[in-house]
């Protein structure tokens, strides 16, 4: 069963992402960037990486800056959650090499969708 990561501070974002995924991904959340790059420095067979922007501690672009500087986990895909709703921040983030930019709310569907495509070709 293929893996993700979701890092997001509100655990009830947390429950949803393992509840709308935890059919078909084995599902790992922590609370931070701090905790995911730690996660993922420890154990890096992971097929995706959801992120949120706004976290305390090491917020999303902060952790998704690190990522990248790990030659191991260079070519993770992210997706990343956020309620901001900046259309400069979307592209920004995309411009960095985000695979997608979701925005909270989500429907649990379009979430399932998303994670599968972006998993397809990953172990």
């Known amino acids: 069963m ?11 974002i947390r429950a949803v992402i393992k509840s709308t995924l935890g059919r078909e991904f084995e599902v790992v959340t922590v609370e931070n960037g701090r905790l995911a790059l730690e996660m ?3 154990d890096p067979h992971f097929a ?9 501690e090491m917020n999303g672009g902060e952790t998704y800056r690190r990522l990248r500087q ?3 986990l260079a070519d993770l895909p992210v997706i ?8 400069q921040t979307e592209m920004e983030a995309l411009q960095a090499g985000v695979v997608t930019y ?3 709310p989500f429907s649990p569907s379009q979430l399932l969708s998303i994670v599968k495509a ?4 990953r172990a």
């Open 102 to 104: 979701f925005r909270k």
């Open 70 to 72: 790990i030659p191991a």
């Open 118 to 121: 972006t998993t397809r070709n």
């Open 48 to 56: 995706c990486l959801l992120l949120d922007l706004d976290m305390p």
């Open 2 to 12: 293929k893996r993700v990561l979701a890092a997001d501070d509100d655990i009830g």
């Open 40 to 42: 993922l420095e420890r």
């Open 80 to 87: 990343i959650l956020t309620g901001n709703t900046s259309v």
